[in-house]
């Protein structure tokens, strides 16, 4: 019902930019809630980086506020992170998240991308 397709990481210096987007595929919806970006670094727990609404209102991690931006666009079914200020610490794999609702009165559905690697150096 729901495919999600991050793209955009890669090796970038630390102080430089990436922005990371995930091409979002909906089969037949009823509401789709929220996207989110979480990141998981070896070793540690994955944690939410990023979310937005579907109605635009944004939320991010104390780590990377004033740093990273997230936004969507709704014509192309993608969200974007812009990552600026990288640090060696934002080092992870960046998922993409959305929580969706299939039919109206079910519960919200949480689905997943495959991830895409972010490496920052010193």
């Known amino acids: 019902q729901v495919h999600l397709v991050e793209s955009g990481g890669g090796l970038v210096q630390a102080g430089g930019s990436l922005r990371l987007s995930c091409a979002a595929a909906?089969?037949?919806?009823?509401?789709?809630?929220?996207m989110y970006w979480y990141r998981q670094a070896p070793g540690k727990q994955r944690e939410l980086v990023a979310a937005i609404t579907s109605e635009g209102m944004t939320n991010y991690a104390d780590s990377v506020k004033g740093r990273f931006s997230i936004s969507g666009d709704n014509v192309k079914n993608t969200v974007y992170l812009q990552m600026n200020s990288l640090k060696p610490e934002d080092t992870a794999v960046y998922y993409c998240a959305a929580d969706v609702q299939l039919v109206a009165g079910l519960k919200l559905l949480n689905y997943w991308g495959q991830g895409t690697q972010v490496t920052v150096s010193s």
């Open positions: 909906f089969g037949s919806i009823y509401r789709l809630n929220a």
